[in-house]
Structures are given as structure tokens and as C-alpha cells.
């Protein structure tokens, strides 16, 4: 039975050690292990979901290791996969005995349960269906866990000593622990600063970034301030819990936008005023990219949350809408108060005018301007209000 000599267990931990500071990833410290004790080893991360993830091992390594896994069918029904995503606390050695006889049951030769192994015919000449050997989740977070695992070749189940492949094991997994710690902090940190580089960009600025779960992830000193004052959004905890109903339609917009392989338009505002000064504030959305090193941290969006304060925007949108689209004065100006407000019958009512009177304007606007629907509107008068 192989075993690591204490020679190459001091190779070992040194590779360990200068892991988090190497660049080319863990597939060197993998590949080292497999010469020593002729194995496959993986170190594979996955999401919430189950989904391989690009980091640590790669996502081929990731998804190989899923698939050999979900093969296995343990006493209580659930595939070996399942188990370990969702039942098996850190640290517990998963045997892997066989997959090479359809729905076999075999003693766990370390734990001592049970599994019920499927065959398939396409995996004949692949020996990684009868390898023995054990894998273990070594990392979990609410977002994603890690499965480190050890495969032995020449072996069968039969033939293998349990005793020494659990200890060999055991020192692997010693051995990896303080590494794997230290890369997702050094992960972390580097994420962290990209962020708040990020950051140092809105600092004249009032401003949020939240990832698509609404969790806060930077802020400049008046951000969530502003935002409060305005009844747009507050902080719950570690989330911003979005008060706003428009905000919050145009976050989902964004984020189905994304989700669908592209940012059409990646910027959505609204302006509201404010409840003291009573001036205009203006409020954006932004979709911005995820500076993160991994590329799995960028499968959902980052969201901007800027807010300004400006007495210019109404009276410029309002010559806008005047010189471009031939507005008359008043109906520029029901046109800009119609999509702060969203609310006819409010507009009428800051207006002083009769319904009767912005009906006509209403429809004049439709006219002239090319839109059909309130919606269609707003999202002109948005445009416009980008320009300044």
C-alpha cells in the first residue's frame, strides 16, 4: 500500500505552505501527490447547487469527481454526491469502493457503512470506477464546499489495507488544511481591497455596492445615509432591504439581463425628492463587473447604487423634452413630474391641473415623443436625464 515517506511528507507540507502565494494554482501540489503514492487526487470546489466551480483542482477535475461520485448510491438512497453536499459533516472519510458491478452493496472498509454501486458500460476501460479510496468535505460555506479526495490505483477493495490508506489519507488532509485556509483568507483580502479600489472611485459620491443578493459589500461615507433619508433603502444587518419599488424593478431587470449573457443597458435611474431641501435627488443603478481573481465570484453581478443632489436636472430635462421633441412648457413638465411621481393621479395633484388637462397633455406627449405607454415614457425621460 502506498505511502508518503517522511521525506516527501516534508516535501509535501513545504508545496503546502507556498501554495497560497504561487500562481499557478493547486494542480502542481495535486500532481505531486499522485507520483508519490501512484493515485488521483482531487480537490474540487463546488457552489450552493452542487455546480462545478473553475477555482481550486479546475471545474473538469470538479465535474470528473461529481460524476464518479453520483454513480454511487448509499443505503439510504441518496447518491454518495448528495451525501457529502448535504449530510456528511467536515472532515468525514467517504470510502469510494466500486462502481464495477451494477448495484453491488460493499462494506466501507474505513467507516464501516455501506453503498450501492451502478455500473455503465461506457466507463469499462476506466479505472477510476474501481479505484478504491476515500473523500472528505473540507471546506463548506453558505455559498459553496469542498470535496478533497483520494483515489488509489491497483487496487480493489479486496486487496487494499484500510488501516494504511486512512492513515496516508489523514496526513494528506492534515497537510492540506492550513494551506486551503490561508488561500481563501489571502482570497479574501485581495477581493476586499479590488472592492474598495473600486470604491475610492465613488468617493465624491454617495454610493452603495451590493451584490445580487443584496448583500453590502462597500459603501462610501454617505451611501447608505443618503438612501435612507430618501426611503429608498436600509441596511438590515449585512443585506440593503430596497424600499423603493421602482428600484427594485429596475435591479431585477439588471440582474435578468444578466443572467440572459449580456448588459443592454446597464444603467437605470430614478429621481425622488428630497424630504428636506426638497431639491431633486438622482438616483442610478449600475451593473459594474466583479473584480474578482476567480471568475466563479463573477457568476452574479455587482449593482452601484449612486445618489446625487442637483437643482439642474428638472429644468434641463424639461428643455429637453421642449427642443427635441417639441414639447409645449406644460406638457415637459407633466412629462418630468409623471415619471418622478409614477402616478398620474399624483402629478395631477403637484400640478394643480384638472384630469381632463393632463389626459390632453398626455396624449400629446405620446404624440410627439413616439411613446405608447407611461413605462415607455419614463424610460425616455430617464435617458435624457443621464445627460446631465
Not at 453558505?142 to 488509489?152: D, E, I, P, Q, T
Not at 474598495?196 to 447608505?224: F, H, K, P
Not at 426611503?231 to 419599488?245: E, F, T
Not at 395633484?349 to 381632463?356: A, K
Amino acid at each position: 500500500m502506498p505511502a508518503l515517506s517522511q521525506r516527501d511528507h516534508i516535501e509535501l507540507l513545504m508545496r503546502m505552505i507556498k501554495r497560497p502565494l504561487q500562481p499557478e494554482g493547486w494542480n502542481p501540489v495535486l500532481n505531486f501527490i499522485d507520483g508519490k503514492l501512484n493515485c488521483r487526487t482531487f480537490l474540487a470546489e463546488y457552489d450552493g447547487d452542487g455546480t462545478p466551480l473553475r477555482s481550486l483542482g479546475g471545474e473538469d477535475q470538479a465535474r470528473e469527481l461529481a460524476t464518479l461520485l453520483s454513480r454511487i448510491e448509499t443505503v439510504s438512497g441518496n447518491t454518495a454526491f448528495e451525501f457529502l453536499l448535504t449530510e456528511a459533516s467536515p472532515l468525514y472519510p467517504y470510502s469510494k469502493t466500486s462502481l464495477a458491478n451494477h448495484r453491488q452493496t460493499a462494506s466501507d472498509p474505513v467507516t464501516g457503512s455501506q453503498e450501492t454501486s451502478h455500473g455503465d458500460a461506457n466507463m469499462a476501460g476506466n479505472w477510476l470506477k474501481n479505484a478504491p479510496g476515500l473523500v472528505t468535505p473540507v471546506r463548506r460555506t453558505a455559498h459553496s464546499f469542498v470535496l478533497f479526495g483520494c483515489l488509489f490505483r491497483g487496487y480493489s477493495t479486496e486487496r487494499i489495507d484500510a488501516d494504511r490508506a486512512s492513515a496516508t489519507f489523514h496526513t494528506l488532509v492534515s497537510a492540506l488544511l492550513p494551506a486551503l485556509d490561508l488561500h481563501f483568507q489571502l482570497e479574501k483580502q485581495r477581493l476586499e481591497n479590488q472592492l474598495q479600489e473600486l470604491m475610492l472611485l465613488e468617493q465624491d459620491s454617495a454610493a452603495v455596492l451590493v451584490d445580487a443578493n443584496r448583500v453590502i459589500l462597500a459603501e462610501t461615507s454617505e451611501g447608505l445615509e443618503r438612501l435612507n433619508e430618501l426611503d429608498i433603502a436600509v441596511r438590515r444587518q449585512r443585506h440593503l432591504a430596497i424600499n423603493s419599488r421602482r428600484l427594485e424593478i429596475a435591479l431585477q431587470e439588471q440582474l435578468a439581463t444578466f443572467e440572459e449573457g449580456g448588459i443592454a443597458d446597464p444603467t437605470s435611474v430614478l429621481f425622488c425628492p428630497a424630504p428636506e431641501s426638497g431639491l431633486v435627488c438622482r438616483v442610478s443603478l449600475e451593473t459594474v463587473s466583479c473584480p474578482s481573481l476567480t471568475p466563479d465570484a463573477c457568476a452574479q453581478p455587482l449593482f452601484l447604487i449612486r445618489t446625487t443632489t442637483s437643482k439642474d436636472p428638472p429644468d434641463e430635462v424639461e428643455i429637453c423634452l421642449q427642443d427635441h421633441y417639441e414639447l409645449s412648457h406644460s406638457e415637459a413638465r407633466l412629462a418630468w413630474h409623471l415619471t418622478m411621481t409614477g402616478a398620474l393621479s399624483t402629478t395631477i395633484q403637484d400640478l394643480g391641473i384638472t384630469q381632463n388637462t393632463a389626459k390632453t397633455h398626455l396624449r400629446r406627449i405620446y404624440e410627439k415623443t413616439g411613446a405608447h405607454t407611461q413605462l415607455q415614457l419614463a424610460r425616455l425621460v430617464h435617458r435624457i436625464a443621464r445627460l446631465f
